[in-house]
């Protein structure tokens, strides 16, 4: 069992550099080789970052913030940020997906819709450091068991200092059943384990570092539910 959790992220890694980065790398990108899984799931977590990039928005122009995007992916919202304005700093822990994001994003930048360029790096999001106005983890959740999301999200807390966006698949019953039959993450994307968490710990976690749920939103298509939750310092959210 030990050993099984000290492997877990070495295989998350191998997995998002191999046939799992294959897979997200078609799921977000723009071509039309996807089953219907597959696109059902493009599409769920494209209303995911709209949801993101509106709640930020809402708050008032992007432009000079800094960001960080913890297990970027390729780059999927760290891109629309740096179009906004912001400064980004994103990394993942799988090279593949940071290489990826990197072009995607000089395509941006050589269409001229990004002027200041973010910032990406291979990075486990344990080892990040440095203080940003926003940090946003989207879908990452997944790849963490329950006995280690508090850590992770305290120590996201400890990087942010007026916005954590976090999402992630909610632990219902509903869910849980769904899971177990094999419905909810179907296909290849199962050879890396997958877990949900309920909201409450996810809560509890946040509060235990000062922080609250300001807003709340939730996707959910056929093949893809993410639970989104944007927080604040205790402080100003109960202004
Ligand atoms: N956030 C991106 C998005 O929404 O487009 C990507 C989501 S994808 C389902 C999960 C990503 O988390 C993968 O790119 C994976 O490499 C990354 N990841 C998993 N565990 C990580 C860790 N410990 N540190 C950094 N990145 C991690």
């Known amino acids: 069992e030990t050993t099984r959790k000290a492997d877990d992220k070495e295989e998350v890694r191998s997995y998002f550099n191999t046939t799992g980065f294959d897979r ?3 799921i977000y990108g723009q071509t039309d080789d996807l089953n219907s899984v597959q696109l059902d799931i493009r599409l769920g ?21 800094k960001v960080c995007d913890a297990g970027c992916g390729t780059g999927s919202l760290s891109i629309p940020l740096a179009m906004e304005g912001a400064i ?14 990197e072009r995607r994003a000089q395509e941006s930048i050589n269409e001229g819709s990004i002027l ?5 790096e291979t990075r486990d999001l344990e080892s990040l450091d440095g203080k940003y106005h926003t940090v946003a983890c989207v879908d990452v959740l997944i790849h963490y068991p329950q006995e280690k999301a508090a850590g992770m999200i305290q120590h996201l807390a400890s990087l942010a200092e ?12 509903y869910y849980s059943v769904l899971k177990r039959i094999g419905e909810l993450f179907p296909g ?18 946040l509060k235990a570092a000062g922080w609250v749920v300001r807003r709340r939103d939730m996707t959910a298509t056929k093949f893809y539910f993410s639970r989104l939750l944007e927080a604040v310092p205790a402080a100003a959210g109960s202004q």
Do not use: C
């Open 116 to 120: 200041v360029r973010p910032r990406f």
């Open 88 to 101: 980004v700093s994103a990394s993942d822990i799988s090279s593949a997906m940071v290489a990826e994001a």
């Open 188 to 205: 290849p994307s199962k050879t890396t384990r997958a877990y949900l968490h309920s909201e409450e710990d996810v809560e509890a976690a």
């Open 162 to 173: 007026r916005r954590l966006i976090l999402s992630f698949a909610p632990k219902t019953w």
């Open 24 to 26: 997200w790398n078609r």
């Open 45 to 65: 977590h494209a209303q995911t970052v709209e949801k993101i990039l509106e709640m930020v928005k809402n708050d008032g122009p992007l432009e000079g913030l």
